[in-house]
Structure formats: structure tokens, C-alpha cells
């Protein structure tokens, strides 16, 4: 899964990385939806 593009489609624009201070919040993110994709049967 990506960061790119996750919660505000920034893939579309790639002149705006994700900052630094960003990063923590989303991977948090991915983490909890990766445990969701894993509790599903």
C-alpha cells in the first residue's frame, strides 16, 4: 500500500511530497486498514 495519493490524492500531483511530519499519521493509517484487510473472512 502506498502513501502516495492515500487521503488526498497527492499522486496526482507529485510536485507535493508528503512531509516528513506527515509520514507518522499515515502510516498509522495504512497499518490500521492493513489490520481491518486481515480481520475480514
Known amino acids: 500500500m502506498s502513501r502516495l495519493g492515500l487521503f488526498d490524492k497527492r499522486v496526482c500531483q507529485p510536485t507535493e511530497p508528503i512531509r516528513p511530519e506527515e509520514e507518522k499519521a499515515i502510516d498509522a493509517a495504512i ?11
Open 31 to 41: 497499518d490500521r486498514i492493513r489490520a481491518m484487510i486481515a480481520e475480514l473472512p
